[in-house]
């Protein structure tokens, strides 16, 4: 069975085809694919370092909110009583494939690209500096 070691939010997971999992949340909407990077691929054949030529897809199933953890802080004899909460921001990821990279982005590199637009003319230099005024001196403006 081939499995790939994927990295996601600075954790790594080790995941198979179909698998689904919680991980932190990812900028993504949700019913959008990704492709995460590959740090280890392997199972059937050789196994590959560094997921050369090993391209996993993956879909955002839903964000949802981890259970809830209740946090208290307490000191005896002193009547100091504190209680927090926290839910943790998670995404439910499912693994789509696993497999090679597909020759088809060459082929989308080589299509026609669209043309930019125009470029816009070059900003105006700004105008020169005046130079200074002269001080006049209290002597000059008594004469």
């Known amino acids: 069975m081939t499995y790939a070691i994927i990295s996601l939010g600075g954790k790594q997971y080790r995941v198979h085809e179909g698998e689904r999992l919680l991980v932190d949340r990812l900028p993504y909407a949700e019913n959008k694919t990704f492709h995460p ?3 280890f691929s392997g199972g059937e054949g050789k196994p ?10 993956a879909e ?4 949802v909110l981890g259970d809830k953890v209740r946090i208290g802080k307490y000191r005896a ?7 927090n909460g926290f839910r943790a921001h998670l995404t ?5 494939k696993i497999g090679k990279k597909q020759a088809q982005k060459k082929a989308e590199a080589t299509e026609e690209k669209p043309k ?3 470029k816009k003319p070059a900003a105006r230099k700004p105008a020169a500096k005046k130079p ?9 403006a008594d004469a």
């Open 37 to 39: 990077a590959v740090l």
């Open 48 to 57: 590959e370092l560094g997921g050369k030529g090993v391209e996993v897809t």
């Open 60 to 63: 955002v199933v839903e964000h």
């Open 77 to 83: 004899k002193s009547g100091y009583k504190r209680h």
């Open 92 to 96: 439910q990821v499912e693994i789509a």
């Open 116 to 118: 930019a637009a125009p």
């Open 132 to 140: 200074a005024a002269t001080r006049t001196t209290k002597a000059k």
